[in-house]
């Protein structure tokens, strides 16, 4: 399943150029019998199968040194919400080894023997942890210098600045009879960044009234630092 879509686009020239590396471990091959199970039974029972800590213990220990403080991360519905803080505090770091989870869950004896972080990347529930872990990765690569031709979109993003980003327009300049706003053909760069800034902060009122909130109180809190 890896590296899939992060083979492609400029997370795959990224990888083809060495700017990012990805090795993907076949939990399996930790299995203890013929079959090669990774699973079993729930204990007390109950639908589903559950992954062994044992295996994925394994698995883990062979491809984690704790020493050189990568983060041991688990893709979970449980986890907490992957944000674009936590993307720059992965992209910035020295990697990460994820874990992706796949039948009921996971034997909770492994999370009590080993750090490892849950991470949600939605309120719903997939089938594996894998395309929740491609997401965690696409969005760290991307932050990674010479990733992205334009470095400056990036801090033009929605959530990096607190606010879903402003709408965007390009030719022709009359489509179905909806024209470009007219500020955006003015050539005045402030009244552009003004009229960009407004339509964010208006988008993310109306739609995300979360994070409208932490935005304003981020807001207060900066302004009051910055009193006399």
Not at 148 to 165: H, M, P, Q, R, V
Not at 196 to 206: L, M, P, S, V
Request: with cysteine.
């Amino acid at each position: 399943m890896f590296p899939g879509p992060l083979g492609a686009s400029v997370t795959g020239r990224a990888l083809a150029e060495g700017v990012w590396t990805c090795e993907a471990v076949d939990i399996r091959d930790y299995a203890h019998d013929k079959h090669k199970s990774v699973d079993d039974t729930p204990a007390g029972g109950g639908a589903g199968m559950v992954m062994r800590a044992d295996v994925l213990a394994e698995a883990i220990d062979d491809h984690w040194d704790p020493a050189a403080n990568v983060p041991l991360i688990c893709l979970s519905p449980r986890g907490e919400p992957l944000s674009q803080s936590l993307v720059r505090e992965f992209a910035e770091g020295p990697g990460i080894v994820a874990l992706c989870g796949r039948f009921e869950g996971i034997d909770q004896r492994l999370f009590e023997a080993r750090p490892i972080r849950e991470v949600s990347v939605g309120d719903y529930v997939l089938s594996g942890g894998e395309i929740a872990a491609m997401v965690l990765l696409d969005a760290s690569v991307r932050l990674l210098a010479g990733v992205l031709g334009a470095e400056e979109s990036l801090t033009e993003e929605s959530f990096d600045n607190g606010l879903l980003e402003y709408p965007h327009y390009t030719k022709p300049a009359l489509w179905q009879g909806r024209p470009i706003p007219e500020v955006l053909t003015s050539g005045h760069h402030g009244k552009i960044a003004a009229w960009r800034k407004q339509q964010a902060e208006d988008t993310t009122r109306a739609r995300r009234p979360d994070l409208w909130k932490r935005y304003e109180n981020l807001t207060n809190d900066l302004k009051k630092e910055n009193e006399p």
